[in-house]
């Protein structure tokens, strides 16, 4: 069967801009997942498992290809013989950890028609499974779904009996076909807003003068931590009650006002990731990710509640153009990049996906890969959520943003959240 030819989604076209711009991080978009098998795992089953997932999921089976003079997105038959097996007597699991990480695609290797998902399985003193996908097919939802999907899969496949998976709707190359053709309506109205919003805002965030930049190269990446102390969430829920917002508003708000502290900018120009779907994508793999863009002027020496409720209104103002990536009108428009604060983790359930791979009567203990370690964003704020407590990451470029300042944000973080009404 001949492979499916289309175009690339907004998204993909911005992945490829930024690592086309940015090649040092390039490799960062190609990410890494190992997991040491045990128990009564059935290797023959597992591999069948993993086809079953290719051929449910077209994405997985995804190249980018030349296309008259740029690129587009090809989708490959279902066949079997995708998974790698491998043996590897004598490689220690560190190795074998390095070697993934060395082996990540940068832009060449994407452009080049690669495979954009790789399974493999390492026999060495322990059974491994492998898989490499790149952000072009997939977000943080598409996890969820993919170990939902791969658990079940083995399942059906080790007890002989039909697959349990509710079916997937449109394919991401369907989506991408029908993003562009009503673009056309979306685009100007999308514009006009987008330019309003960012009309008079000068891009430049002043950091303090790192003391790193010698030291360092320049999109070496460094990470700060940081946990919200459990005495102050209940006011994060107040000032949501009080401000009609949500409790990741209240913590945009929060970081906008201590990086304005920080810096002294007072206009800042926010961006928050969203996963933008209805329910014909719910069930698809795919990168469908859109930028949520949030205009916040701060008084530096106000409470947490005023930044709220002026955060609040760009917020609003901005939902009537959810669907539209907006990366590409600030992109088209001139406009510069905005400082990004998102909350990634979204609860499994609300998916009806896994949070981790799960295969039945045996064990796929996850081992830990090291991640991104460039960027070439100056910093940007990352909120996880766990029960009911909040763990902040601020992610910085060290050349730009060396650690005495990142960790000043982050107390300036908590400091504002100690006294959410002044």
């Given amino acids: 069967m001949d492979p499916l030819t289309g175009p690339l989604s907004f998204q993909q076209e911005d992945i490829l801009r930024k690592m086309r711009h940015h090649p040092d991080s390039a490799r960062g978009y190609d990410y890494c997942f190992l997991f040491r098998l045990g128990g009564a795992v059935d290797i023959d089953c597992l591999v069948l498992a993993i086809e079953d997932l290719l051929a449910r999921h077209p994405e997985f089976r995804t190249s980018i290809v030349r296309r008259g003079g740029g690129h587009a997105q090809q989708v490959r038959a279902a066949l079997g013989g995708c998974v790698e097996i491998a043996e590897r007597p004598g490689v220690s699991e560190d190795s074998l950890v390095k070697e993934l990480v060395e082996q990540r695609y940068g832009l060449d290797a994407v452009l080049g028609g690669s495979r954009l998902f790789r399974a493999a399985i390492h026999r060495t003193v322990h059974?491994?499974?492998?898989?490499?996908?790149?952000?072009?097919?997939?977000?943080?939802?598409?996890?969820?779904?993919?170990?939902?999907?791969?658990?079940?899969?083995?399942?059906?496949?080790?007890?002989?009996?039909?697959?349990?998976?509710?079916?997937?709707?449109?394919?991401?190359?369907?989506?991408?076909?029908?993003?562009?053709?009503?673009?056309?309506?979306?685009?100007?109205?999308?514009?006009?807003?987008?330019?309003?919003?960012?009309?008079?805002?000068?891009?430049?965030?002043?950091?303090?003068?790192?003391?790193?930049?010698?030291?360092?190269?320049?999109?070496?990446?460094?990470?700060?931590?940081?946990?919200?102390?459990?005495?102050?969430?209940?006011?994060?829920?107040?000032?949501?009650?009080?401000?009609?917002i949500s409790p990741f508003t209240v913590l945009l708000s929060a970081t906008a006002l201590a990086v304005s502290r920080v810096t002294g900018k007072t206009d800042l120009l926010l961006g928050t990731d969203t996963f933008n779907r209805d329910d014909s994508v719910r069930q698809t793999i795919g990168h469908f990710v859109n930028t949520r863009i949030t205009r916040a002027r701060i008084d530096p020496s106000g409470a947490l509640a005023h930044a709220a409720a002026a955060v609040r209104q760009s917020w609003m103002e901005a939902d009537d153009f959810a669907d539209v990536f907006s990366e590409k009108v600030l992109a088209d428009i001139g406009a510069p990049f905005p400082f990004m604060v998102n909350m990634p983790s979204l609860p499994s359930r609300l998916v009806g996906g896994e949070d981790r791979l799960r295969l039945l009567n045996a064990e796929a203990a996850p081992v830990p890969i090291p991640g991104r370690s460039s960027t070439w964003r100056d910093c940007y704020v990352t909120w996880l959520q766990r029960e009911h407590a909040y763990t902040g990451v601020i992610s910085h470029r060290r050349a730009r943003v060396d650690a005495d300042t990142a960790a000043r944000l982050a107390e300036e973080v908590v400091s504002v959240l100690a006294s959410p009404f002044g």
């Avoid at 072009?136 to 399942?155: K, N, P």
């Avoid at 709707?169 to 993003?179: E, R």
């Avoid at 807003?193 to 930049?213: H, I, M, R």
Wanted: include cysteine; aromatic fraction near 10%; glycine fraction near 6%.
């Fill in 127 to 244: 059974t491994y499974l492998s898989l490499t996908v790149n952000h072009l097919v997939y977000d943080g939802w598409s996890l969820m779904l993919l170990w939902r999907d791969l658990a079940e899969l083995y399942a059906a496949r080790v007890e002989g009996r039909p697959v349990g998976l509710p079916p997937v709707g449109a394919t991401y190359l369907q989506f991408a076909s029908a993003q562009r053709a009503r673009w056309e309506k979306r685009t100007k109205p999308a514009t006009e807003f987008l330019a309003n919003t960012v009309k008079g805002y000068n891009d430049q965030v002043c950091w303090p003068a790192s003391a790193e930049a010698s030291l360092v190269h320049e999109s070496d990446l460094g990470n700060h931590s940081f946990d919200v102390p459990t005495p102050l969430v209940e006011g994060i829920r107040d000032v949501a009650r009080a401000v009609r």
